[in-house]
């Protein structure tokens, strides 16, 4: 997931929070196999789930169930195969698209999961996590402005969301003005003292340019983004 430095910096990221399935009062695409799920008892929504595609493999929501019970029981692999399957099958769902596109980039396929993230801004152009993720898989392909509008969208729906600050601190230091990202990583500390990667960053910023190495550029890798968590 993490890219390793040319320099000793680390300019962490914190960890996202868990997208949940829509309300299960929402969408139910077998009652007892979606009880489990509402249980987080995966080992049972698994098997349940592989049991109803067994008599209706074209059930699409069925497969989204399916690729979140792996999801949470760590099957990474199975997880992206089903929400494949779901999406071949036509479900569209803000949700769905949200973790599909998680997936997609916790896999190392930024371009794909950016358009999933896009399919979930479409479709609930309201919410902040689609932005905020799309401003992720913009920033993993280097495509720094795209992420920043990204972000900066994010953080006009919602703006309590220091992940999102936190990430804008690390573009403006990938793309090598510190001086900026060391003003939104200050003013990230004072306002939310409790979340740490703000003040790693500001201390990392501060090693850094006391002993300055090479200069910021996407090919030689000089910054190292890391997710402190599980995508989901």
């Not at 609930?124 to 996590?129: F, G, I, L």
């Not at 220091?162 to 004072?190: F, Q, S």
Request: proline share 6%; net charge negative; glycine share 6%.
């Amino acid at each position: 997931m993490a890219r390793i430095a040319a320099v000793a910096l680390f300019i962490i990221a914190a960890p996202l929070a868990l997208t949940t399935l829509a309300r299960a009062t929402d969408l139910v695409c077998d009652p007892a196999a979606d009880y489990y799920l509402g249980q987080e008892d995966y080992a049972n929504t698994i098997a349940a789930h592989r049991r109803l595609i067994a008599t209706n493999p074209d059930d699409a929501l069925a497969h989204y169930h399916l690729g979140f019970a792996y999801a949470m029981t760590g099957q990474r692999q199975a997880e992206l195969a089903e929400y494949r399957k779901a999406a071949a099958l036509g479900l569209r769902q803000w949700d769905f698209e949200l973790n599909f596109g998680r997936a997609e980039l916790e896999s190392g396929d930024p371009a794909a999961a950016a358009g999933s993230f896009q399919q979930a801004i479409a479709l609930a152009p309201r919410r902040p996590e689609g932005y905020f993720n799309l401003g992720l898989a913009d920033e993993r392909r280097g495509m720094y402005q795209q992420a920043l509008d990204a972000l900066t969208a994010s953080l006009a729906l919602d703006s309590d969301q220091p992940d999102a600050r936190n990430m804008l601190g690390v573009i403006y230091a990938e793309k090598g003005d510190y001086a900026r990202a060391r003003e939104i990583w200050t003013r990230l500390a004072h306002s939310a003292p409790d979340f740490a990667p703000a003040r790693e960053n500001l201390a990392a910023l501060d090693r850094m340019t006391e002993t300055p190495k090479t200069p910021p550029g996407r090919d030689r890798s000089p910054f190292r983004t890391a997710l402190a968590g599980d995508l989901r």
